[in-house]
């Protein structure tokens, strides 16, 4: 058996925590709480071999993972949400890691407290195919036509992601202050999605405000339901935006 | 439009719903506070690209063939806990 981690909050204590509430392989979600712990960890117990899953079971149980730190949303308090498939051997050793980190994991809770994370995707009129068509081992010319197919992807790839940016930079722009923070990853298939943190009472406001948001005539705008704020929960980056390494240089 | 066509969603809005399916389950599978202890990486071994791209396409199609056959069964992969509010 192992204690699996869904989130940390600001402390609440158990009476928080909705009856009955069950995760993934049916662990009852309880709140860890220690002395001289100064934060609520909401986790469960559950055995190790529940999480050896793959394909469609596993991302069941990634959306199971969510639909936890969502009720933590629910609570009122903003969580920092763990991610998928943290565990620790028992209760001991994850308060022992709580601990020692409890600084910056303060620091996400105040950073995202009363805040959401938005998604808001930029899809391009035509995504991007996913593969390089490999010429036959038996055309002389494979390797050069191969290297070529290459730098063609890595040139559109810059186009798309050019494009894109420029599309985030536009919609940011048009949100003003009701961002409070933001990340942004490209995607191998072209789409630009963007995640704004975004005060709880301005939901409405930020919504209203994405659907005016006209994109250029080859983008369209999707937009996701508000999540536990993911992108904001990373001290590792060192990067209070958020910016997901492989994407560039946030856009003010 | 017909009835029938008002209530079936159209090639955009199921691409839309797998593109913001996808985009969760790449933050939740690769986002978030990352612990000292371990995390499964089973799923390290699986590009996200796949994740995104073929698991859930897999997944919501399947899902959306199964609704289609029992209108009373659940669909829950179609939607996140927030959107179902």
């Known amino acids: ?252 | 439009m017909s009835a029938d066509s008002d209530l079936q969603p159209n090639d955009e809005e199921i691409e839309d719903r797998q593109l913001v399916l996808g985009d969760l389950l790449n933050h939740v599978l690769d986002k978030g506070v990352v612990i000292s202890g371990d995390v499964i990486i089973s799923i390290a071994d699986i590009d996200l690209l796949s994740v995104e791209l073929k698991l859930v396409l897999s997944s919501v199609q399947t899902a959306l063939e199964h609704h289609q056959a029992r209108p009373d069964a659940d669909v829950s992969l179609l939607r996140s806990r927030s959107s179902r509010r």
């Open chain 1, 1 to 252: 058996m192992l204690t699996y981690l869904y989130c940390v909050l600001a402390p609440a204590g158990a009476e928080a925590l909705p009856a009955g509430l069950t995760g993934i392989a049916g662990g009852s979600v309880r709140v860890l709480t220690a002395p001289g712990l100064t934060l609520d960890a909401w986790v469960a117990t559950i055995d190790e071999d529940a999480l050896r899953v793959t394909g469609q079971a596993l991302a069941s149980q990634a959306l199971l993972h969510n639909e936890i730190v969502d009720a933590a949303m629910a609570t009122g308090r903003t969580p920092a949400p763990a991610r998928y498939g943290s565990r620790f051997p028992d209760d001991a050793a994850c308060v022992a890691d709580l601990t020692r980190r409890a600084d910056e994991l303060r620091a996400i809770l105040d950073r995202v407290a009363g805040a959401v994370e938005i998604p808001t995707l930029l899809v391009p009129e035509k995504l991007r195919a996913t593969s390089i068509e490999r010429p036959s081992s038996r055309d002389p010319a494979a390797g050069r036509q191969y290297l070529e197919a290459i730098r063609a992807r890595v040139a559109d790839e810059n186009r798309r992601r050019s494009a894109a940016e420029c599309e985030a930079s536009r919609l940011l722009a048009s949100l003003g202050d009701l961002v409070r923070d933001e990340a942004r990853t490209f995607t191998a298939a072209g789409v630009m999605s963007i995640a704004h943190l975004v005060s709880r009472a301005s939901v409405d406001r930020y919504r209203a405000a994405v659907s005016a948001f006209v994109p250029a005539e080859n983008f369209r705008v999707v937009k996701g339901e508000p999540r536990a704020p993911y992108s904001f929960a990373s001290p590792s980056t060192g990067d209070r935006s958020g910016h997901d390494s492989s994407s560039p240089s946030r856009s003010e």
